[in-house]
């Protein structure tokens, strides 16, 4: 039976329903999901800042569900404007009437001002090397305050060392993460976790071995300073997207990679669809693909993953050239002019609809061509047809395509919801408008599906 039968949900939702916004991001129980355009669920509090959203729902019996930190923010800096004997709600938005009568928040209020005030408590308390320093001060003390206090200060910055160490020991032991574990970390979670794993061991002729996310090798191009650096220092690339894929991809699906450069997201679908399902990683550039190739095998992906030097195009068997920038792998294209120090490398032609002709589903595809994006659309209509249920993230670049807002009204009237994937690593809807306004020199991540 539905929770809205209850007269304390049903006027919860009705004063949902009347005053949030189409967009507005929503704090709520999993009930609320299919009200709420923007409905986020009690999960997202430890990932995400309060500040982020302009409502919470708050289930009075299930408040431990519900980040400390991320409750007592509400609390404090939203305005509370509905209340019954299960929900609170709170708005940052100034334009909604108040609530008058707090009864039904002193729940709530009782549950957050104790925690508030122990952990000011503990802020203040001062710690035994302090009490110590602060009694030296005593002028009865002279004569060995100045050599104690030196004493005192050399043990605080050791204390302050020994801390760090411990965190960073603790981090470097951890045993070997999971991208299941991987998908439910906070970005600077990930962050940290592939920072403190991170290794290289250069090869010689211009490639390098570095761990990345943890747990996997991947082979890289000393001369690319675009996204090797990262790979190598950090063991990460865009972790906003990399959270978000992680999230959304499942065991058994199969997986396209347009546009696969040195392979990073080709091993994050390969970490999480499994030996049942399926990854081809399409790379044109000949140097990369084989890279990408030895990357899935010392991962022991061979048995789930391929990698093809083919250009991903609207036509299949056709040599193009594809232009390559020193020391930019990732900006390689089919579709720009060469400069006079571009590598220039010729490619034949493959489309999506001919890879995945004799596949039984394809659920996920990344595609990122440097401006050959539309050329790629065209030759996948089948294959979007076919699968309803299938997920794409594109990136969209307004000023790369001759008529970017008949190639976005192209996407929706295949049934697709516009959006974008934004730095908080959630799909957030955007219209077309404003996909073709708002960043009109950079580019959008788009989360494409159809629910």
């Known amino acids: 039976m539905s929770q809205f039968t209850d007269i304390h949900w049903s006027t919860a939702r009705d004063f949902g329903q009347k005053y949030i916004k189409p ?3 929503t704090i709520a129980p999993k009930p609320f999901k299919h009200i709420l355009s923007n409905w986020h669920g009690y999960n997202a509090t430890y990932e995400i800042a309060a500040d982020q959203f302009q409502w919470v729902f708050i289930h009075k019996g299930r408040l431990s569900a ?5 409750l007592r923010q509400t609390v404090h800096s939203f305005t509370p404007v509905f209340a019954n004997e ?9 334009d909604v009437p108040k609530l ?3 009864t039904h928040l002193q729940s709530i209020l009782n549950l957050v001002n104790p925690l508030h005030a122990s952990q000011t408590a503990a802020s203040t308390q001062p710690s035994l090397l302090g009490q110590l320093k602060r009694r030296l001060a ?7 305050t100045a050599m104690l206090s030196a004493i005192l200060d050399r043990l605080n910055t050791l204390e302050r060392d020994t801390r760090k160490l411990g965190r960073d020991l603790k981090a470097t032991t951890a045993p070997t993460r999971s991208s299941l574990v991987m998908a439910n970390m906070s970005l600077e979670d990930l962050r940290s976790t592939c920072r403190n794993a ?6 010689g002729e211009n490639l ?6 943890a747990n996997y090798l991947l082979y890289g191009d000393t001369r690319d300073i675009g996204i090797v650096p990262h790979l190598c220092l950090n063991g990460f690339w865009e972790p906003w997207v990399t959270l978000s894929m992680l999230r959304a991809l499942k065991p058994g699906w199969h997986c396209l990679d347009v546009g696969a450069n040195h392979g990073y997201y080709s091993l994050v679908m390969s970490s999480v669809i499994g030996p049942s399902g399926r990854v081809i990683a399409l790379e044109p550039n000949r140097r990369l693909a084989e890279m990408v190739r030895k990357t899935l095998e010392v991962n022991g992906f061979n048995d789930r993953a391929t990698a093809m030097a083919n250009a991903v195009s609207s036509k299949s068997g056709e040599m193009v050239k594809l232009m390559i920038p020193p020391g930019h792998t990732g900006h390689a294209s089919i579709k720009q002019t060469a400069n006079a120090t571009d590598e220039v490398m010729e490619v034949e032609t493959v489309t999506i609809d001919q890879l995945t002709a004799e ?5 996920f595809i990344k595609i990122d061509v440097e401006g050959a994006e539309e050329a790629v659309w065209r030759g996948m209509r089948e294959t979007v047809q076919r699968n309803k249920d299938i997920i794409i993230v594109l990136e969209f670049g307004a000023n790369r395509y001759p008529n970017p807002k008949a190639f976005l009204e192209e996407i929706v009237a295949e049934g697709f919801i516009l959006r974008y994937i934004d730095y908080d690593t959630y799909p957030k809807e955007l219209t077309i408008e404003e996909c073709l306004s708002d960043r009109p020199n950079s580019y959008w991540d788009l989360y494409l599906s159809r629910s």
């Open 138 to 144: 005593d002028p009865r003390m002279e004569g060995i």
């Open 100 to 102: 008058s009568d707090t």
């Open 208 to 213: 390098i071995l570095c761990r990345v996310l």
């Open 66 to 70: 519900i980040d400390d930190g991320f």
């Open 359 to 363: 596949w039984p589903q394809v659920d």
């Open 23 to 25: 967009g507005e991001r």
């Open 198 to 203: 991170c290794q290289t061991a250069y090869l």
């Open 86 to 94: 299960v929900f609170a709600v709170f708005t940052s938005r100034s």
